[in-house]
């Protein structure tokens, strides 16, 4: 295994880095603020090919590989994780299923659509009731001639008020069976879909997270995603590679959270001296600079994996869990660092703090992550 980065995946980076640096720094405190989920970003981003990154050319979409995808996710992530989560939930989530799923005339019509940002994606697992355990979940699709009726609340969705189109799993069967659940696409137009209360959140703020909910709504069967019964062994696939972006995403924000101290802890003067003069702060870089390198081979790991076509699923979670959980400690770290300076919104340290958080939970918990590499290693 080769992880050298190649000319095109440094160009890539370079890409989003420069995206990120021109239109998403200079807005990413005031959208934090007002928890403003900025749209036309992702309008901007679909221009740059960035929310089709995985999506083959004959769809509209880029065509890259999950390497070249996890850079794009580090470097927005290192300016403003919201921003990083969203495309990671629109890219690997919504697209990711149809992509994995679909047949050609769904891929035909929501793939290039959504892989240019002319629609927004969502993906509904989670309910209220049923976060870890989603297999138990209550959203119901009941067959009527050749269509299908959908009831129920999706909560915690990225994008749930403002998606454009979303993949919805629903149960089908009997609660706790089996097989009892199926995934389908729901197009916001349809009557009887909305969105819903949306959350005011610790972090992650400039990345919307509502409700969707169905009353009654009315989906052709056309829209069905695969197999009935499929649905909640179709979302674990597709959670694999979902998961990569998210330790792509905890990266991002652990480097921008250590680049940032690394800046200040050479200018940042105490007792006639640098703070990083003091072994107290540079052991702390050098533990970030190894925990970083390291979450940075697992996910490496992983897309070579994918992108091979092998089994990831262990991979996949050991990349989430420790990515995740290094996010979290480096960036309380990087507030240590900036002292209480780092406890204001004046420097950046804090927002990382607080939206590195979200990693450790989204697209299921560390405790999840290591019940699913236990089951993988005791097989
Ligand atoms: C910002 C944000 C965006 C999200 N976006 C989406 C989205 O786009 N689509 C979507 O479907 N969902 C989304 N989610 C939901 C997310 O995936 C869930 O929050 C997550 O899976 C955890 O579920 P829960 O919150 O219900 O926690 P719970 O499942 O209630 O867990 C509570 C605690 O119990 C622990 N726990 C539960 N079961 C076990 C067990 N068996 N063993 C050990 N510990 C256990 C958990 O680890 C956790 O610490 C999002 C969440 C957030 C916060």
């Known amino acids: 295994m080769n992880f050298q980065q190649s000319e095109l995946t440094q160009h890539i980076a370079q890409t989003a880095k420069d995206f990120a640096g021109q239109y998403i720094k200079p807005h990413l405190m005031e959208w934090d603020e007002s928890q403003e989920f900025p749209i036309h970003i992702f309008k901007e981003m679909g221009k740059l090919g960035l929310m089709g990154v995985l999506v083959p050319e004959q769809y509209g979409g880029s065509g890259l590989s999950y390497f070249e995808y996890s850079v794009i996710i580090q470097e927005i992530s290192k300016v403003?994780?919201?921003?990083?989560?969203?495309?990671?939930?629109?890219?690997?989530?919504?697209?990711?299923?149809?992509?994995?799923?679909?047949?050609?005339?769904?891929?035909?019509?929501?793939?290039?659509?959504?892989?240019?940002?002319?629609?927004?994606?969502?993906w509904g697992l989670t309910e209220a009731n049923t976060g870890s355990d989603a297999g138990n979940m209550k959203t119901t699709a009941i067959k009527e001639g050749k269509d299908w009726i959908l009831n129920g609340t999706k909560c915690w969705i990225t994008h749930g008020k403002s998606a454009d189109v979303a993949v919805v799993v629903c149960r089908t069967g009997e609660p706790r069976a089996k097989d009892n659940s199926t995934a389908f696409i729901v197009e916001r137009c349809i009557p009887g879909f909305s969105g819903g209360k949306k959350e005011n959140k610790l972090g992650m703020r400039a990345s919307e997270t509502a409700?969707?909910?169905?009353?009654n709504c009315r989906i052709s069967d056309t829209n069905r995603l695969g197999e009935v019964g499929a649905g909640f062994k179709q979302s674990m696939k597709v959670l694999d590679g979902g998961r990569i972006s998210i330790a792509a995403l905890s990266v991002g924000i652990a480097k921008g959270a250590f680049e940032a101290s690394v800046q200040y802890s050479k200018e940042r003067y105490q007792f006639d001296q640098p703070i990083a003069n003091f072994q107290g702060i540079s052991f702390k870089l050098a533990d970030m600079a190894t925990e970083i390198a390291a979450a940075e081979l697992l996910i490496n790991n992983a897309c070579y994996l994918k992108m091979k076509g092998l089994p990831m699923t262990k991979e996949a979670a050991m990349a989430k869990y420790y990515a995740s959980e290094?996010?979290?400690?480096?960036?309380?770290?990087?507030v240590q660092i900036f002292g209480g300076y780092g406890y204001t919104k004046d420097f950046p340290v804090e927002k990382f703090y607080r939206d590195s958080k979200l990693c450790t939970i989204g697209e299921g918990t560390s405790e999840i992550q290591k019940l699913v590499i236990s089951r993988e290693v005791l097989r």
Do not use: P, R, W
């Open 80 to 122: 403003c994780g919201s921003i990083g989560l969203s495309l990671a939930a629109h890219n690997s989530l919504c697209t990711g299923h149809i992509l994995a799923f679909g047949n050609e005339a769904q891929k035909e019509k929501y793939l290039t659509k959504l892989a240019t940002a002319e629609f927004l994606g969502a």
């Open 326 to 334: 290094v996010a979290v400690k480096v960036s309380t770290d990087a």
């Open 211 to 215: 409700e969707m909910i169905f009353d």
